[in-house]
């Protein structure tokens, strides 16, 4: 991917200078589902960087004064719907409420909708992760519906899966259009 640049923000595939960076912020997962992509040395963070260093469905987050990674951005494609597509993002809780998060996504979704032809996005959240909730918000999202136990990432303490139920956000590039539109 050619990198994107915003007003503090670099979003550019992923290198080997990030994996301590990864690391920090995969160690300890904040929400149930990256508890799948848990990382716990930096010879394991090392590898994840050089697998996604080629992958542009895994973007790395960096402020631009530093070039220090603070999170990621994630999407693909539908297979069955080449204008769809699926977008997520995990950040370092050391830089939340910074708006990073809101900058670069929205970043990422102009790039998306103007460069990638891209007419439908969306993204899953969990029911109990209100800042992601409140991102999709904040990004123009509309909340399409509710999956009642939708999926598991975790185990009960009896061993039972411990399924989340979860919400649907969603953003079509005419809506997004003229929200640009609205905010001239």
Same mark, same amino acid.
């Given at each position: 991917m050619k990198p994107l640049e915003t007003t503090r923000l670099i979003l550019r595939n992923f290198s080997a200078l990030d994996a301590a960076g990864l690391l920090e912020y995969t160690a300890n997962p904040r929400v149930?589902?990256?508890?799948?992509?848990?990382?716990s040395t930096i010879e394991e963070a090392a590898a994840e960087v050089e697998k996604r260093s080629n992958d542009d469905s895994h973007i790395a987050v960096c402020l631009k004064d530093s070039n220090e990674l603070i999170g990621e951005l994630? #999407?693909?494609? &539908? &297979?069955?719907?080449?204008?769809?597509y699926s977008i997520g993002w995990n950040f370092n809780g050391r830089y939340e409420g910074k708006g990073y998060a809101s900058e670069s996504a929205g970043a990422y979704i102009e790039h998306l909708f103007m460069e990638q032809g891209i007419r439908r996005l969306y993204a899953y959240v969990e029911d109990d992760n209100f800042r992601s909730q409140k991102l999709c918000?904040?990004? #123009?999202?509309?909340?399409e519906g509710l999956f009642l136990e939708f999926v598991s990432f975790v185990k009960h303490e009896d061993g039972t899966p411990k399924y989340e139920n979860t919400y649907q956000y969603a953003l079509l590039k005419k809506e997004w259009l003229a929200q640009q539109e609205a905010r001239k």
């Amino acid at each position: 991917m050619k990198p994107l640049e915003t007003t503090r923000l670099i979003l550019r595939n992923f290198s080997a200078l990030d994996a301590a960076g990864l690391l920090e912020y995969t160690a300890n997962p904040r929400v149930n589902c990256f508890m799948d992509h848990q990382i716990s040395t930096i010879e394991e963070a090392a590898a994840e960087v050089e697998k996604r260093s080629n992958d542009d469905s895994h973007i790395a987050v960096c402020l631009k004064d530093s070039n220090e990674l603070i999170g990621e951005l994630f #999407g693909m494609k &539908e &297979e069955r719907d080449s204008d769809t597509y699926s977008i997520g993002w995990n950040f370092n809780g050391r830089y939340e409420g910074k708006g990073y998060a809101s900058e670069s996504a929205g970043a990422y979704i102009e790039h998306l909708f103007m460069e990638q032809g891209i007419r439908r996005l969306y993204a899953y959240v969990e029911d109990d992760n209100f800042r992601s909730q409140k991102l999709c918000e904040k990004l #123009g999202m509309r909340r399409e519906g509710l999956f009642l136990e939708f999926v598991s990432f975790v185990k009960h303490e009896d061993g039972t899966p411990k399924y989340e139920n979860t919400y649907q956000y969603a953003l079509l590039k005419k809506e997004w259009l003229a929200q640009q539109e609205a905010r001239k």
